[in-house]
T-cell receptor, first 114, second 113 residues
Framework: AQTVTQSQPEMSVQEAETVTLSCTYDTSESDYYLFWYKQPPSRQMILVIRQEAYKQQNATENRFSVNFQKAAKSFSLKISDSQLGDAAMYFCAYRTYNNNDMRFGAGTRLTVKP | GAGVSQSPRYKVAKRGQDVALRCDPISGHVSLFWYQQALGQGPEFLTYFQNEAQLDKSGLPSDRFFAERPEGSVSTLKIQRTQQEDSAVYLC???????????FGEGSRLTVL
């Protein structure tokens, strides 16, 4: 079974600085998707960034980028120039091309200090 | 609608009552998922539909949980004889064909007293 591990229950960053959230996963598949979702206190999950495993280039979305290490099964999220609005729970998620469900990690609560 | 819509947003039930939670996915989305999210935890998979077919219900915690999507659009998650351990946020998500991303609703928070 696929599992997703986020080893940092909580992280804190100063406004305008950079923070990296860690994620590892376990799979025997070769083709899959990886995602980072953000869940603010209002509860709705919002996609931050996605990566397809066959792509070697790390995905980037404005201030958000990933470090995807397929051999190490690692998928970390870097947030640059952190803003107060980045404060939320962040979930790493994994989904194969063929499986029906998306597996989530336990989440990392990010606090942004002004 | 523009996004996934769930109702009710909040539900308080007495132990033993039956509840029904509704999900209206994004129009045209083939896949629909239900997740259970306990406080401070990540979402846990419950069940998955492709159109009207329930292809995976391996995450349903007991036979008190039942989900349906009879016309391949709106889905209902029903919990019979609710127990306190059923208290959680129930998230619905939909996905178009052949993409990985899920689009989530705001969830239904169930509190069982």
């Amino acid at each position: 079974a696929q599992t997703v591990t986020q080893s940092q229950p909580e992280m804190s960053v100063q406004e305008a600085e950079t923070v990296t959230l860690s994620c590892t996963y376990d799979t025997s598949e070769s083709d899959y998707y990886l995602f980072w979702y953000k869940q603010p206190p209002s509860r709705q999950m919002i996609l931050v960034i996605r990566q397809e495993a066959y792509k070697q280039q790390n995905a980037t979305e404005n201030r958000f980028s990933v470090n995807f290490q397929k051999a190490a099964k690692s998928f970390s999220l870097k947030i640059s120039d952190s803003q107060l609005g980045d404060a939320a729970m962040y979930f790493c998620a994994y989904r194969t091309y063929n499986n029906n469900d998306m597996r989530f990690g336990a989440g990392t609560r990010l606090t942004v200090k002004p | 609608g523009a996004g996934v819509s769930q109702s009710p947003r909040y539900k308080v039930a007495k132990r033993g009552q039956d509840v029904a939670l509704r999900c209206d996915p994004i129009s045209g989305h083939v896949s629909l998922f239900w997740y259970q999210q306990a406080l401070g935890q990540g979402p846990e998979f419950l069940t998955y539909f492709q159109n009207e077919a329930q292809l995976d219900k391996s995450g349903l915690p007991s036979d008190r949980f039942f989900a349906e999507r009879p016309e391949g659009s709106v889905s209902t998650l029903k919990i019979q004889r609710t127990q306190q351990e059923d208290s959680a946020v129930y998230l619905c998500a939909s996905s178009p064909r052949n993409t990985g991303e899920l689009f989530f609703g705001e969830g239904s928070r169930l509190t069982v007293l």
